[in-house]
């Protein structure tokens, strides 16, 4: 059994040097200076000395015992050690110190004279290691005594921080004892000291971080939140200006719910403290070198934050109430007033600053990596490599916070290389219930917060009607973020005071709570009492604050009756203000002369000495410099030269996704891996920004990221690649609610490109579809583009468009897995030196169209094994024309087609299944545009992608292929089918020529490549 008391607290003397060890689970050792023999190894090179911070008590405690019997079975330096331990307890303890004068506290001077220790040395030091404990303890769970909630519920005191549970009782409260690092005059007496600890972890203000890992950020909390007990002591004028921005609050929420009843606004009340905890986040940012915050808000308390935060004018606000404001609105665009977004200028005390709240829709927790994104790109664009100068800012609510995953997944991104942001600034705004839902249904336990002491963030439980408990809590957490670049936490302990939105009833699902809401005294009221009577203001000066807000804002509402405000802020200002949200579909040229792309070729080959690469990707890499105008260019090269021409015209390039650097079909490899030493390598990066990183693996977050990045960014080319297109589904709320439709909800552009694996090759069901069929049914007005590029030219081309437009739109591509090697698709280097992104490409081999009787529209891949299967039956009565962009359609290309081949057959045909796919998408476009309903090729309506059998699959391919060309009906073998089919993906063993790998990985001598 481990004696606690013992192992807490060692000190002892040998040969005049003072050592001194503090052992706990959670504490590390802090001083083992060593004068006597042996001393070079113990602090050198000894097991002793390298393990001993990383091992908790019980460890010390088992080797002890083994120490105890068999002492040369440990390692020498713990067995001087433990001879040391002996050698101190055999010592007799000094006798006990006498507090200071004046120095004496009420639990002090009632404790028993007779309870000093007693000369005996061991139960000296061993009860004040329990002490010790104690304190520790305090520090630990103090912040399950604090009281936090300002309805009034009371938590029982928990048993690890009563004096039994440390082995002490009440006759040691007036004995004196060491305080170690607690701010108080020490010697004290330990009533003292409990007294003291009671005021800092227990009162409105619970903190926890002990969790962290960082012995120097804890300590750093430990020391500002002792010094202050919780809470510091506020001059008058910045009490007095608490007190302005809770009557802010207030005043605006009495206000809309008097003049606006019943319409919803997800009012802040009950949690109005929040607003000058924001504004003291701005303030201490401010002076700590920050210059922009961008903010993530859910619905509930927006309206408010987006005018007493972001500094939204009321005018605005109350033209949104009055709904006089209807352009946004008629054409079916447009948003509810609480899922809008809002920036302004703010000035500070330390000069000014810029906010950014991010449009948000009702799915609470998504845009917390859009607002991360955006940080990122700001910081970027700012040079901010210490990322102090750009801070996001994430208000989340209780039950939103452990339920949604995107919370966890922005938590991983702290300390990402790609997603890094320097720390992000939570706040949890707990109204005790969600919805209708009580807190032991939302989460398993203590706190909602629980989640974040996983990734080591620090959290600060705040009492919400202790405004200036949760200010300072605020601005703690504030500077521990701009001291060491992470996360901190704030929970804002309050109520909700109506139910769900302004129309709900609440007590129909929790009537006790609700009882005691609606006896609740606002905490712009109570705080307001409070000044008063302690003299910093008069009754008559609070009327006057609460005055002068009403006025403003029925004078506000006046004018937004005689005049309607526009509400928001318009669009294409700063680096935006060159482009517009006009789409065209006039082409743009993107080829490149052929003496750049030649440039960039070499600096795609060249590995420089200290890299040595696998020799297999040195083959590839070496490739890359085979350029020129009849040479042959695969898809991986092509994307890299898209890439390398944006750099050279000053552009940033940024890709994202799960294995990305590599290519998830090993065919990319943007980044060399040296064999021998494991350093890496970026090509790219000596032309200009090139930024490429694997992401974690997760879609919904990364995807919210990069989107976030382009909306601020519009000079980037931002990518994101799916491993495989199946999995992007994981971000399907960022493509619905923000990215597809989030133009048109808030006037905000972006540029962001899908790259999305797609293809049926016989992987399953879960490897052959990016599921074209669900964006396509998103696709309206021009709100973004779909392709599905056939050659590595259009690649190229489609790429380079995306910033050479005076617009932005999101683009989805359908990108190859099988056709990435394919020959048929490669283009020659004088197809990138001329020409543009092609919409629709008719069949070049259709050179007598009065002979066609057949025309089949395809897309993507699908085109090479149609015309490879041509070839081999000699059936040249059909024509298969490609549909490059899907989306906008291309009408007038599509009807240049028809007239063309006026008379043939019409049909479209796919590998996807009918109820997936291009075809009903496609289907309808021809139909309302041009009257024509093309026959469908491909096959049946299925439940499910593809089938799981490889087999299965080469007979379906086979009766689809049947379908084209009738006559391969009468083929007793399948072999022509098969044989028409293209490349596979290399299976697993297999190279990329389809032969067995070697076991060698490199060889001796680096292969043929350009040096630098």
Not at 98 to 115: D, F, L, R
Request: one cysteine or more.
């Amino acid at each position: 059994m481990r004696n606690e008391a013992v192992f807490a607290t060692l000190c002892y003397n040998q040969k005049s040097a003072r050592r001194c060890l503090l052992i706990d689970s959670h504490q590390p050792v802090w001083s083992i200076p060593v004068t006597n023999e042996g001393h070079d190894k113990l602090e050198s090179s000894s097991p002793a000395r390298q393990s001993i911070n990383g091992w908790d008590a019980a460890f010390v405690d088992s080797l002890f015992a083994q120490w105890s019997r068999e002492p040369e079975s440990v390692d020498p330096a713990w067995r001087q050690f433990f001879a040391g331990f002996e050698l101190g307890l055999a010592r007799p303890a000094p006798a006990p110190k006498v507090a200071p004068t004046g120095t004496t506290g009420a639990s002090a001077t009632n404790a028993p004279p007779s309870a000093s220790p007693t000369t005996d040395g061991a139960s000296g030091w061993e009860a004040q290691g329990k002490v010790d404990i104690l304190i520790h303890r305090y520090r630990e769970f103090g912040h399950l005594a604090a009281q936090l909630d300002p309805l009034g519920t009371t938590r029982p005191f928990p048993d690890v921080l009563t004096l039994e549970s440390a082995g002490l009782g009440d006759e040691h409260l007036g004995v004196m004892f060491s305080a170690g690092s607690v701010p108080i005059a020490s010697p004290a007496a330990l009533g003292d000291i409990i007294a003291q600890l009671e005021q800092t972890y227990c009162g409105h203000t619970g903190v926890e971080f002990v969790h962290i890992t960082n012995l120097e950020q804890r300590k750093w909390i430990e020391r500002r939140v002792e010094q202050s007990r919780g809470k510091p002591n506020f001059s008058q004028e910045q009490q007095r200006h608490i007190l302005q921005r809770l009557v802010d609050s207030d005043a605006f929420e009495s206000f809309l719910a008097m003049r606006y009843v019943g319409k919803k606004r997800f009012g802040l009340e009950g949690a109005d403290t929040i607003i000058p905890m924001l504004d003291q986040l701005i303030e201490t940012g401010a002076t700590l070198g920050a210059r922009e915050f961008c903010f993530a808000f859910a619905h509930r308390g927006r309206v408010n934050l987006l005018t007493n935060v972001v500094g939204k004018k009321y005018e605005q606000v109350l033209t949104e109430f009055e709904e006089t404001w209807t352009a946004s609105f008629s054409e079916g665009g447009g948003d509810v007033k609480y899922h809008q977004g809002y920036s302004s200028d703010r000035k500070t005390a330390s000069g000014m600053v810029h906010l950014t709240a991010s449009s948000n829709a009702s799915h609470l927790e998504f845009v917390n990596g859009i607002a991360l994104g955006r940080t990122r790109a700001k910081q970027d664009l700012r040079e901010d490599s210490d990322r102090r100068e750009v801070v996001p800012v994430l208000v989340h609510g209780d039950s939103s916070f452990p339920g949604q995953g995107s919370v966890s997944e922005c938590f991983n991104f702290m300390k990402l290389t790609g997603y890094d942001v320097g720390g992000a600034l939570h706040v949890i705004i707990n109204n005790q219930v969600g919805f209708t839902t009580n807190p032991e249904n939302t989460f398993g336990g203590q706190y909602c917060s629980d989640l974040a002491k996983a990734y080591d963030v620090p959290i600060f439980h705040v009492n919400g009607d202790d405004p200036e408990a949760c200010v300072w809590a605020m601005q703690t957490a504030t500077e521990f973020r701009q001291a060491f670049g992470r996360d901190a936490l704030v929970e804002l302990w309050c109520y909700r005071k109506n139910g769900h939105n302004e129309t709900d009833e609440p007590s129909f699902t929790q009537p006790m709570l609700y009882r005691r809401v609606r006896e609740q005294v606002p905490v712009a009221a109570t705080y307001r009492d409070r000044l008063i009577a302690q003299g910093v203001l008069s009754a008559e000066d609070a009327e006057g604050i609460v005055k002068k807000i009403y006025d403003r804002m029925d004078a506000a509402q006046t004018a937004a009756k005689a005049k309607p405000v526009f509400p928001g802020i318009a669009a294409f200002q700063g680096r935006w203000k060159e482009l517009g949200n006009s789409y065209h579909n006039e082409n743009v040229e993107t080829g490149v002369a052929l003496s750049t792309l030649v440039k960039i070729g070499s600096v795609l080959s060249t590995i420089p000495d200290h890299i040595t690469p696998h020799r297999t990707i040195a083959r590839t890499i070496a490739g890359r410099s085979h350029i020129d105008t009849d040479a042959k260019i695969d898809w991986a090269t092509a994307e890299l030269l898209a890439y390398g021409t944006l750099l050279l015209d000053g552009s940033t390039v940024r890709i994202s996704g799960q294995d990305v650097e590599r290519g998830t079909f090993s065919h990319r490899h943007a980044v060399v891996i040296s064999q021998d030493t494991g350093g890496r390598f970026n090509p790219l990066e000596t032309l200009g920004k090139f930024e490429i990183c694997n992401s974690p693996l997760t879609e919904n977050a990364v995807v919210g990221f990069e989107l976030g990045y382009s909306q601020t960014d519009p000079n980037a080319l931002v990518i994101w690649e799916a491993q495989f297109g199946d999995f992007a589904n994981g971000a399907q709320v960022i493509f619905d609610q923000f990215m597809t439709s989030g133009e048109v909800k808030w006037n905000r552009a972006a540029g962001l490109v899908l790259l999305l694996p797609h293809g049926y090759e016989g992987q399953g069901p879960e490897h052959s579809s990016a599921r074209l069929e669900r964006f396509l049914q998103m696709a309206a007005g021009d709100n973004f583009e779909a392709v599905y590029p056939s050659t590595t030219a259009q690649l190229f081309h489609v790429l380079r468009r995306q910033l050479k437009r005076n617009f932005r739109k999101p683009l989805v591509v359908m990108t190859p897995k099988s056709m990435l090697r394919l020959p048929a698709a490669q283009s020659v280097g004088s197809d990138f030196v001329q020409g543009h992104f092609q919409r629709v490409i008719d069949d070049p081999d259709a050179q007598k169209a009065p002979l066609i009787s057949r025309v089949y529209f395809c897309t993507g891949k699908y085109f090479h094994e149609l015309v490879a299967q041509r070839e081999i039956v000699a059936d040249h009565n059909c024509a298969f024309v490609r549909i490059e962009q899907l989306a906008p359609f291309p009408a007038e290309d599509v009807e240049a087609i028809l007239k063309k081949y006026r008379g043939a057959e019409m049909h479209w045909v796919q590998e996807e299944p009918r109820n997936m796919g291009a075809y009903r998408f496609v289907q309808a476009q021809m139909l309302d545009m041009f009257g024509v309903n093309p026959k469908y090729v491909g096959r049946p309506d299925s439940a499910t992608p593809a089938v799981g059998s490889t087999k299965a699959h080469e007979k379906q391919a086979h009766a689809l292929l049947v379908q084209v060309f009738p006559s391969m009906a009468t083929e007793k073998k399948e072999d022509a089918a098969i044989s028409a089919k293209v490349d596979l993906v290399p299976n697993e063993g297999e190279n990329q020529n389809g032969k067995a790998k070697q076991s060698n990985a490199t060889s001796g001598r680096k292969p043929a490549a350009n040096k630098r």
